[in-house]
């Protein structure tokens, strides 16, 4: 059974750096084309796509988020890392990490997200 | 603003069927990158409702199915019950913007 869960802090101050961690257990992080995303939605709000990586180490970020945004993984530990820094209030939100399943179809590129973690809410306040 | 529009509610009685749409553009849906959707029950995470456009992840019912044609695809649930009230969300691929994409999500209320 393939799970992800989240951890990090529950509260962080405006200017602080965030460090999230996504534990990953029943596919490995060094398998072919595995990756993992992160995705956050404000309370109330829509989902929004942050990150991923993948298991060859390819990384892609948001356009608007790329400065402060740095995703890693420690693959022994089955772990994906998510920086974010500067934080500022409205990074207040659920942080989701998900399973990437991509490829090519006749279409073109593909991805979806299946599992989820079941996302931590982290609250930025001084 | 999301990339992806969905209407931000939609109803129906138990028994009937709703759509929900999800318009985007030439970069995204209308360049044929495939849609997937995922429902969010109240308080969780979302989970794969349908990917590759109208396709179902084993265990989702077949009440549930998905489509596309041009720049938009809509999601379709036909004889709604009680347990179908969430928060769904249409996803894709832009290649403008070489990134995932979501919609702003629509909220089903069951009446």
């Known amino acids: ?126 | 603003q999301s990339v992806l529009t969905q209407p931000p509610s939609v109803s129906g009685a138990p028994g009937q069927r709703v759509t929900i749409s999800c318009t985007g553009s030439s970069s995204n849906i209308g360049a044929g990158y495939d849609v997937h959707w995922y429902q969010q029950l109240p308080g969780t995470a979302p989970q794969l409702l349908i990917y590759g456009d109208s396709n179902r992840p084993s265990g989702v019912p077949d009440r549930f199915s998905g489509s596309k044609s041009g720049t938009s695809a809509s999601l379709a649930i036909t004889g709604l019950q009680a347990e179908d009230e969430a928060d769904y969300y249409c996803q894709s691929y832009d290649s403008s913007l070489s990134a995932s994409v979501f919609g702003g999500g629509t909220k089903l209320t069951v009446l």
């Open chain 1, 1 to 126: 059974q393939v799970t992800l869960k989240e951890s990090g802090p529950v509260l962080v101050k405006p200017t602080e750096t965030l460090t999230l961690t996504c534990t990953v257990s029943g596919f490995s992080l060094s398998n072919a084309r595995m990756g993992v995303s992160w995705i956050r939605q404000p309370p109330g709000k829509a989902l929004e796509w942050l990150a991923h990586i993948f298991s060859n180490d390819e990384k892609s970020y948001s356009t608007s988020l790329k400065s402060r945004l740095t995703i890693s993984k420690d693959t022994s530990k089955s772990q994906v890392v998510l920086t974010m820094t500067n934080m500022d209030p409205v990074d207040t939100a659920t942080y989701y990490c998900a399973r990437i399943n991509d490829g090519y179809d006749s279409s073109g590129y593909y991805n979806w997200f299946d599992p989820w973690g079941q996302g931590t809410l982290v609250t930025v306040s001084s």
